[in-house]
């Protein structure tokens, strides 16, 4: 079973978050709260994360994100309805993945992509240093190893802040992931980590025709900008490439009011635009 929730009136327009990997729907505390009460926003923690149950050795595919995704979509936005929907990182990737799907395809007006890629992402990753064969070495290590990330000290705050965040990310905002990222179950973050080595979604891109806007921070080490302006350019109904100067992987934590904007912008450009479907959903059916 999934852990989905929803925030705000029943009548209002709808948005869709979907977290990264080693994530939870804690994680989008900030975005929530800087966009305000006027909206319908469904959270959901992916499986193996957060509330979500943890599926077995097979259940970790791109496949099995596009299948959460559109469960939630069918459990959360009446049909003839359509929302916003916005993913961070592996959120990102769930999106491309269910690009394909009716449930997708007959819900969805608008996406947002945030520091995320398609493809390549351990060559392209600038968290270590060294030699081209070695530093995908070891950033296939960070993301496979099946270890416990073990208590939160003064070194493991500043290793996780390093790898994801900016240098002056807010101290309660480092706090935050910090917690957030210890509190994910080592076995499915190994796995998941498995999953995103060998990513390739170039296919599915072609299928998100929505109009979608990409947003990435320019000192991003796990998924850098390059990423950013790749989808820009093969996505086939991109709106926006939005570039945050000096702000890292973690971008709904380190700008939340950023991502609040383009999140809103898609909303009135597309769900409250005249002409457009409403932002109404039914209430919450648990997705499973």
């Known amino acids: 079973m999934l852990h989905a929730e929803v925030h705000g009136p029943d009548d209002a327009p709808t948005v ?10 804690l994680f989008w505390t900030p975005v929530l709260r800087a966009l305000g009460p006027d909206l319908r926003v469904v959270l959901y923690d992916q499986r193996g994360h957060g509330r979500s149950e943890t599926p077995r050795r097979g259940g970790y595919s791109t496949t099995a994100l596009a ?14 309805t359509r929302v916003v929907v916005a993913g ?10 269910a690009a394909d799907r009716p449930e997708f395809r007959t819900r969805v007006a608008a996406a947002l992509l945030a520091s995320t890629g398609s493809r390549e992402l351990v060559p392209a990753a600038r968290v270590m240093g060294g030699p081209s064969r070695l530093r995908s070495a070891l950033h296939r290590a960070l993301l496979a190893a099946p270890l416990p990330l073990g208590p939160v000290t003064p070194l493991t705050r500043a290793g996780l802040r390093y790898v994801t965040m900016a240098a002056d990310a807010p101290a309660d905002m480092v706090d935050l992931c910090v917690r957030i990222v210890h509190a994910c179950r080592p076995v499915p973050r190994a796995r ?12 599915s891109l072609h299928h998100l025709d929505v109009p979608t806007r990409v947003l990435a921070g320019t000192a991003d080490r796990l998924t850098p900008p390059l990423h950013a302006h790749r989808l820009a350019e093969e996505l086939p109904s991109c709106e926006d490439l939005v570039l ?5 992987h973690m971008t709904p934590l380190e700008a939340p009011e950023r991502v ?9 450009a597309h769900l409250t635009a005249p002409g457009t479907a ?11």
């Open 244 to 248: 945050l100067p000096g702000v890292g």
């Open 67 to 80: 299948d959460d995704l559109c469960a939630v979509l069918r459990a959360t936005v009446r049909r003839g």
């Open 192 to 203: 998941w980590g498995s999953v995103l080595m060998t990513l390739d979604l170039s296919g």
């Open 278 to 288: 409403d932002g109404t959903a039914s209430p919450l059916k648990e997705a499973g």
């Open 16 to 25: 869709v978050l979907s977290h990264g990997w080693t994530c939870s729907t």
């Open 260 to 268: 609040c904007e383009v999140v809103r912008g898609l909303v009135h």
């Open 88 to 97: 961070h990182s592996m959120g990102g990737m769930t999106i491309m993945a």
